[in-house]
């Protein structure tokens, strides 16, 4: 202990004390002996219990302070640190590197390390099929990274792999996917409701209205059609019961996370269907010429969704409902209030960064600002920043170890004003 | 007739910190300070509470590991030669400040109050603070709600979705033995959420659990009604969002209630000002000054300058506080019950060690505002969230957005420069014990006659979780007793990485093993690798409704 302590107190680091060796007496301690022992004592109540020494000699316990430096494996994993950033780590054992540069060949000397990144946000990834990628060049010896995203509530599933010059991508391994956290409220506003018992219990269900709409022919006749919605909407509305499995299956397309966990648990829990009461969603729909598997569970195609996600419409009900009926939610926003760019596909954003690099001795030590720079085993340092528009001050000092040299470096990047021009 | 409801929650978390090998450990303080000034005065709270027959609800959570150690002989033995000397330093301090009425009449209050402690911890309570918290959740007054086992972050870890199970499925079942009944709500270690795990809280049959305000507001769908009434993951378990209004009132350091300058100060302790040789006995044997919990100044403003604490302006103060939150509620509830065609109701969640520890008046405070509230309005009613689901067992569906209540409100302040290392480690760790449960499932299932392979697994899994204890990433950030963090880290998956190759090897060293198992003994009596077998093989658990007997160790005298 007495080592441990004095450590902490002068803030060395614990890869000093590996190895540290515990006595044999310390080792002895009360807890060690048999219980017996404790029993009797334990009616005394004695200031100290005297531990009887063990005839044999015990061997000393040795605590290992040094983490495996690798697990000889090839993994990279994605986590997602808040609605724009994703950290990866990797770790590529020399055999795989090795069996990719045999692959290669001959080229593999010109290729260089980079990390793909694919957004798959509701996608089933096969690898070809990402809204879009882009690379990192991250070089052989890195093994972290945090990369920036361009938009919140996203999935992203990455490559770590060599890159010739002519582009072609040899990819040595895949990541798990990552979803970023939803930033800003939903604009979906439908309402379902459940009501939840500690028994198994009743369905949840929607309270949804029913009216005649084509919706494909709703720019045409749409005064027309609005005033006849309208009419339909108090005469129609009911409450519609779902199951349990609809409910999953609706929300399961809103996450790729969540899919997986519920497309698990569908497989599952087949048995358990009857239990929730699916009959009665089948038999409360058969007068309304439709069938709420189609609406809730039918696959949509990727175009639909995507725009869906990008516009933040709630409409997807009445889209699905097909040309003869459809449900819509109360309180929706309609598609047609967006504004114009938001209807539309197309897409274009861009962002910068800024990357500083410095060498100084190792043991030295660097500030920037009043926030420590940590320093690599060689004295080179990296720092990564969002560069937003504006001006960012970058005053670095750098102290030697031994206090007496210290040089300031002062300088500054500015972003002038990003115009976007619609 | 009342518009609306309040829902007090007090999370109560200290790390797994236990080292029997050493007689003094500076972090077991940690423990011993939280007994002192927040457990017990909490416990005196609601016994006065319920004796004086006021009518209140609190909810909260007691994480695995604090109710660990505190049925745990070995620290509650140490917890009362801690105590003892608490007592004799305020002895001494009497006779010190004899001729300084300013300071006498203080270490007469300290002297009562450690006392006070004494008798709570030994007489009253037999060492075992839990059963106080468990009567009063028998009582009807409070309500327990579990947490993970080890107090791990889970949107990190649900990387590996087996880490999450097995730490949310051990803390069920640890709950269930501690307190005789399946945990209804669930505490998400620093309400640390993403969509899915709701699936697993389903799986252990937790009903409910609570997530930051931005983790209702950006739910989808857009709730209705906010963060004024839960809602329903697609699993059927419900989600409570934090109320940021109420939150910043106590929190906030420069608003908050606790910045008061009648309040007494936090970092002027005795352990730091006294003269060497006098304060020696009663700070570490190595010399190192620590907090010893007698401080005599209030905070006074915002300089160096301090002035002597005078408990009565507090007290009053503390009044005054409780009484401007329960107005600022009444108006709050008003408010919103106009715009809703339902009761609202407010969480407000706070770490249970800023009562007490942190703000000394804290518990007075709690005291006071308990007490207002049955007598003093009848526009907000407290609540806990149970009895809201009788009322209202009908809520809206949606996704919560991942989130948790940690600085910028996601996953930053555990995973950034200084921290992010150990993920690399942890999910390595989380994938090899899966490992090892399924390679070894028949050993766990029926352990063979020895059962010292069974016994290595379960030591296996304990230094994971122990590992996974979202304090070391924590502490790293935050930047004070770094290296301890460092150090139990590295240790844990040490421990874990040696019984693995042990056990691939077909060698278990049966000496280390049982050095080991008596230093890491968390969930001693559970089965832990078996919550890391695929779901299917997960051999039932029952569930021990009598009150487990805690291990005998010896105990400290007391004078």
């Not at chain 1, 052989?140 to 002519?166: F, K, M």
């Not at chain 1, 009926?325 to 274009?348: C, D, M, T, V």
């Not at chain 2, 301890?484 to 280390?512: P, S």
């Amino acid at each position: 202990m007495a080592k441990s302590v004095l450590d902490k107190v002068n803030g060395k680091k614990y890869v000093e004390t590996k190895d540290k060796k515990i006595s044999p007496t310390v080792n002895l301690s009360k807890d060690t002996l048999p219980q017996k022992s404790f029993k009797e004592n334990s009616f005394k109540a004695p200031d100290r219990i005297e531990p009887k020494k063990e005839e044999k000699p015990q061997k000393p316990f040795i605590d290992n302070y040094d983490l495996p430096a690798n697990y000889n494996t090839t993994s990279l994993t994605l986590i997602a640190r808040d609605p724009q950033w994703i950290y990866a780590y990797w770790e590529i054992s020399p055999a795989s590197i090795e069996a990719l540069k045999n692959q290669i060949g001959y080229e593999a000397d010109r290729a260089v390390y980079a990390l793909r990144m694919y957004d798959v946000t509701c996608v089933d990834f096969n690898g070809h099929n990402a809204h879009r990628t882009f690379d990192i060049d991250v070089g052989p010896h890195a093994n972290t990274w945090y990369i920036n995203l361009w938009a919140d509530n996203a999935s992203y599933c990455a490559e770590v792999g060599l890159r010739l010059p002519d582009g072609r991508f040899f990819p040595i391994v895949r990541s798990n996917f990552a979803t970023t956290p939803r930033a800003r409220p939903s604009e979906r506003s439908e309402q379902i409701w459940m009501e939840a018992k500690p028994a198994p219990g009743q369905a949840p269900f929607v309270i949804g209205e029913i009216h005649k709409t084509h919706s494909d022919r709703l720019s045409a006749e749409k005064i027309a059609q609005q005033k006849k919605a309208e009419e339909a909407k108090h005469r129609k509305q009911r409450k519609i019961f779902l199951t349990e499995d609809d409910v999953r299956a609706y929300y399961s397309r809103l996450s790729p996370l969540l899919k997986d966990i519920i497309a698990e648990r569908l497989a599952t829990k087949s048995q358990d269907r009857k239990k929730f009461g699916i009959d009665r969603v089948s038999v409360y729909l058969k007068d309304g010429r439709i069938r709420l598997d189609d609406i809730l569970i039918r696959g949509i195609s990727k175009d639909k969704f995507l725009r869906r996600l990008l516009a933040g419409a709630s409409e997807e009900l009445v889209e699905l409902g097909g040309a003869s009926e459809s449900i819509s939610s109360g309180g929706a926003a309609s598609e047609q209030n967006l504004p114009e760019y938001r209807r539309r596909k197309f897409f274009f954003e861009i962002g910068t960064e800024l990357i500083v690099y410095g060498r100084t001795e190792p043991d030295a030590e660097v500030m920037l600002g009043d926030k420590k720079v940590t320093l690599r085993s060689d004295g080179t340092f990296t720092l990564r920043f969002a560069l937003p528009d504006g001006k960012i001050p970058l005053d670095f000092v750098a102290t030697s170890n031994d206090r007496i040299d210290k040089r300031e470096i002062s300088t500054a990047v500015e972003r002038s004003k990003t115009k976007y021009n619609p | 007739m009342h518009k609306g409801y309040l829902c007090l929650l007090l999370h109560t978390h200290l790390p797994f910190v236990r080292h029997p090998e050493e007689e003094y450990f500076l972090e077991e303080n940690w423990l011993y300070e939280a007994i002192t000034e927040t457990y017990i005065p909490l416990i005196q709270v609601f016994d006065k509470l319920i004796s004086d027959g006021v009518d209140f609800r609190v909810t909260m959570s007691l994480t695995p590991p604090l109710v660990s150690m505190l049925r745990d002989p070995l620290l509650q033995s140490r917890y009362i030669r801690h105590i003892d000397k608490l007592i004799e330093l305020s002895e001494k301090e009497m006779e010190r400040t004899g001729y300084q009425p300013h300071f006498h009449g203080l270490a007469l209050m300290y002297h009562r109050k450690f006392l006070e402690a004494r008798e709570t911890f030994v007489d009253k309570y037999k060492k075992d603070i839990v059963l106080a918290f468990k009567k009063f959740q028998d009582n009807g007054y409070l309500e327990i709600i579990g947490s993970c086992a080890t107090h791990g972050f889970l949107p990190i870890l649900g990387v590996n979705s087996q880490d999450a199970k097995a730490q949310i499925n051990i803390g069920v079942d640890h709950y269930k033995k501690t307190f005789g009944r399946p945990p209804r709500g669930f505490w998400l270690p620093e309400c640390g959420y993403y969509p899915g795990v709701d699936e697993i809280l389903r799986d252990a049959g937790v009903r409910y659990f609570f997530v930051d305000s931005h983790g209702i507001i950006n739910a989808d769908p857009s709730p209705k009604y906010s963060v004024y009434a839960p809602i329903y993951c697609p699993s059927g378990v419900a989600a409570f969002g934090r109320d940021w209004e109420s939150s910043k009132q106590v929190w906030s350091s420069r608003e908050g209630y606790p910045g008061d300058a009648d309040y007494r100060e936090y970092y002027r302790d005795i352990g730091h000002e006294l003269e060497f040789n006098y304060i020696k006995p009663y700070i570490h044997p190595e010399g190192i000054r620590i907090n010893t919990g007698i401080k005599y100044w209030r905070i006074t403003g915002k300089t160096e300058y301090k002035e002597a604490y005078i408990p009565d302006w507090a007290r009053e103060k503390a009044a005054m506080h409780a009484g401007n939150f329960m107005f600022n509620r009444e108006k709050q509830i008003e408010h919103l019950s106009y715009h809703m065609d339902r009761k609202p109701i407010i969480i407000s969640p706070y770490d249970a060690e800023l009562f007490g520890h942190w703000w000394f008046e804290g518990p007075m405070w709690i005291d006071f505002l308990m007490r207002k509230m049955a007598y003093d309005q009848k526009t907000v009613k407290l609540i806990t969230p149970s009895e809201y689901f009788c009322e209202y067992p009908t809520n809206q569906v949606a996704v919560p957005s991942a989130s948790s209540w940690g600085w910028k409100g996601y996953s930053e302040f555990w995973l950034e420069g200084g921290n992010d290392w150990v993920y690399r480690h942890l999910h390595a760790a989380g994938k090899k014990m899966t490992e090892l449960a399924q390679k070894f499932s028949d050993e766990i299932k029926r352990p063979s006659k020895n059962k010292i392979k069974l016994r290595a697994l379960n030591q296996a899994a304990r230094e994971l979780v122990l590992a996974q204890s979202s304090d070391w990433a924590f502490i790293m950030k935050t930047g004070t007793m770094v290296p301890y963090a460092h150090r139990r880290m590295k240790l844990h998956i040490n421990r874990f990485m040696r019984i693995y190759n042990d056990l691939t090897n077909g060698a278990i060293d049966n000496d280390w093993l049982k050095e080991v198992e008596r230093r890491d003994n968390i969930f001693y009596n559970m089965n832990c690798a078996s919550y890391y077998l695929p779901n299917s093989q997960k051999k039932p658990t029952r569930v021990v409704s009598k009150t487990i007997e805690p291990r005998k160790e010896p105990s400290y005298a007391s004078k």
